[in-house]
């Protein structure tokens, strides 16, 4: 997977050319003078063009004879870039957005110039932030006490996870690391450099990372010292917090964070992970307790904290009236209400609090506080983890349910799929998950600090375990077992059910990228939820309706046929189009009116479209795939 994202990185950066050439004068942006006795050979970039001044760009170059030598020289306002790599069909140089003016003169030409490399840089990546940093040497600079200290990256705030990636052009001679040792250095990722605790997550809180480097030129050290920083919410938000009697303050360790969400994975036992309960067997624990529910472990409430200008106000309990201060709970009341009973809420035996929640996934239980005048709203993460048990008490239910459907090809289909993908997954469940080069991987890296830096997170950054791999699978088999043991509206319940998991909607949370997509991913979950409770055609109907998808009875028309990779019908194949369109519909800034057809767009035939087709339209415009995988299964591609 991380090979494949590198080229979808790459193909982004080099369609960027190709989406700025429509863009006009836009804002922010370098106008490009291209010259050269070579400027011909440049693909898909123009004299004269905008090109954005929030991302690097990649100038592609016809390979003339051999793709593996540099043939042409290559200069950015004089200063020579060097191949930043090559396929069968072209040189890729990369130009820095931090390295670029107002105005900047790309020079090509043919032949290899003698000129000298340009001093060592640093180029650090931290999402959309990206900064080039010169290594000068001279002066007195022999270790770290006395190390220079860069110019401070300052990154804008984001809801989203970012990974800190440091490379440099000298990498033979430059050592990175995450502190003045440099005995523990950074991994070396396909990205750069990176280390375990190398991040920033959305929290009100300002963010601080030290970067050490060390550059050895000619048998004398360098040192330097990069502060990245996050700047902290200005006025006032919520964010994580929790109430200890024992007057400890707000930490990470106990706080519900997106990067460390209070969850459940099916085990019974004491502590505060041990959160939800769900299905119809009670597998797991306690949610909350607040002072007097008699536990004897410290109590812990599921809330959010308030925040003023970074800053996390002081929480305190009342015991008469049993409230806290600056301290924001869900109102279990009014969402176990709102949510048709998807969850619900009661006391145990020791008059702790308990959530049962009726499917497994992550969570966001909105929560809101009046607090000096102002109304604080916010999410608050919880996830909740199938295990072997659990899964095993879904596959026997599955089976037996099978027996309903078999009448309707394609719910049949559905529910096979289901239970051979979570037999096949049950056993790793809760085992950590790694992105590897071909994808998901349950294997860990030999290096520790490389599986740290490759453990696989969503978007807000959580580790996911194997149970997230099958979200969508486990909750199909209840679901569908569900819709067998109903005795009314069982045919329109799996019409509409079938007219929801075919649509394009967001079934797991390892699909969510973008706070837009969170939403979605929680509104397809009540409505398939709603659905099983609907009591009318009417009632499925309004379902149906708010996904703007065709009522119990009607057809979807029949989409028209089409070639696998050609994505707007115009006859050409996975051309710059077809490419630019899958990956505004990844990143979902696909414009209302633009043609896309999705069964073309979803070119390895897995009825979805996500990463791995966008990874395939990319290699296939490239030239480093021959044809799609699902070419097989679409009678030729058609």
């Not at 902290?232 to 919520?238: C, K, Q, V, W």
């Not at 696989?456 to 819709?483: H, M, S, W």
């Amino acid at each position: 997977m991380k090979k494949a994202l590198s080229l979808l990185l790459a193909a982004v950066m080099a369609l960027a050319l190709c989406v700025t050439a429509f863009a006009g004068n836009a804002t922010g942006s370098t106008v490009l003078r291209l010259t050269g006795d070579a400027a011909d050979q440049v693909v898909d970039l123009k004299s004269g063009q905008h090109l954005s001044a929030d991302s690097s760009t990649l100038v592609r170059l016809n390979v003339l004879d051999d793709p593996g030598a540099e043939e042409y020289t290559v200069t950015l306002d004089g200063e020579k870039l060097t191949p930043d790599h090559s396929t069968s069909q072209y040189h890729f140089y990369a130009v820095p957005a931090a390295k670029r003016p107002s105005v900047a003169t790309l020079s090509v030409n043919g032949g290899v110039s003698t000129q000298a490399a340009s001093a060592n840089t640093l180029t650090v990546t931290v999402g959309n932030d990206k900064k080039v940093f010169t290594l000068a040497t001279g002066g007195i600079n022999t270790k770290f006490s006395s190390a220079l200290a860069l110019e401070e990256m300052k990154i804008s705030r984001s809801e989203d996870f970012r990974r800190i990636y440091v490379s440099a052009s000298d990498s033979d001679n430059t050592k990175i690391g995450n502190d003045a040792r440099l005995n523990t250095l950074a991994v070396k990722t396909n990205k750069g450099y990176s280390y375990g605790t190398w991040y920033f997550y959305n929290t009100p809180t300002v963010q601080n990372q030290t970067v050490y480097i060390a550059y050895t030129v000619e048998n004398t050290t360098y040192y330097y010292k990069l502060n990245i920083s996050c700047p902290a919410a200005g006025d006032y938000a919520l964010g994580p917090g929790y109430y200890d009697p024992a007057g400890n303050t707000i930490s990470a360790t106990r706080a519900y964070t997106e990067i460390q969400p209070y969850y459940s994975d099916g085990m019974i036992g004491g502590g505060s992970n041990y959160v939800f309960t769900y299905g119809e067997k009670k597998y797991t624990g306690w949610l909350k307790q607040a002072p007097g529910d008699n536990q004897q472990y410290g109590p812990v409430v599921a809330a959010l904290a308030v925040y003023k200008n970074g800053t996390v106000q002081s929480v305190t309990y009342d015991g008469s009236t049993a409230s806290f201060t600056n301290l924001a709970q869900p109102n279990w009341t009014a969402l176990t209400t709102a949510c048709n009973s998807l969850y619900s809420v009661s006391k145990s035996d020791s008059g702790a609090t308990i959530l049962t929640v009726n499917r497994p996934g992550f969570y966001w239980f909105p929560v809101s506080l009046t607090y000096e005048n102002q109304e604080l709203t916010g999410m608050l993460p919880m996830e909740v983890r199938a295990n072997a048990a659990a899964a095993n008490d879904y596959l026997a239910a599955a089976e037996t349910a099978r027996a309903s459907f078999m009448d309707n090809e394609a719910a049949a289909k559905l529910l096979a799929d289901a239970i051979t993908t979570v037999t096949e997954a049950k056993d790793n469940l809760t085992r950590a998950v790694y992105v590897g080069d071909n994808g998901y991987t349950y294997t860990e890296p030999d290096d520790a600090k490389l599986a740290a830096v490759n453990t696989a997170r969503t978007y807000y950054g959580a580790p996911i375990t194997g149970a997230a791999l099958v979200e969508k699978e486990l909750n199909i088999l209840q679901d569908v077992t569900a819709i067998a043991k109903t005795t009314t509206l069982q045919a329109g319940k799996l019409e509409a059910y079938m007219k929801l998991m075919m649509s394009t909607g967001v079934h797991a949370a390892v699909d969510i990228h973008s706070g837009k997509d969170r939403d979605a991913y929680q509104n397809m979950r009540q409505a398939k939820w709603d659905l099983l409770q609907a009591e009318s055609v009417d009632a499925l109907n309004g379902i149906l309706d708010k996904f703007n998808l065709k009522r119990i009875g009607e057809t979807e028309p029949e989409e028209p046929k089409c070639t696998l990779g050609d994505i707007n019908g115009d006859g050409k194949v996975c051309d710059v189009m077809d490419v630019t369109l899958i990956i505004e519909k990844y990143i979902g800034t696909l414009g209302e009116n633009e043609t896309f057809m999705d069964q073309a767009a979803d070119v390895n035939c897995d009825g979805r479209i996500d990463v791995l087709d966008v990874t395939e339209m990319i290699e296939m415009y490239i030239g480093t795939a021959a044809n799609f995988s699902g070419a097989k299964n679409a009678n030729g591609g058609e």
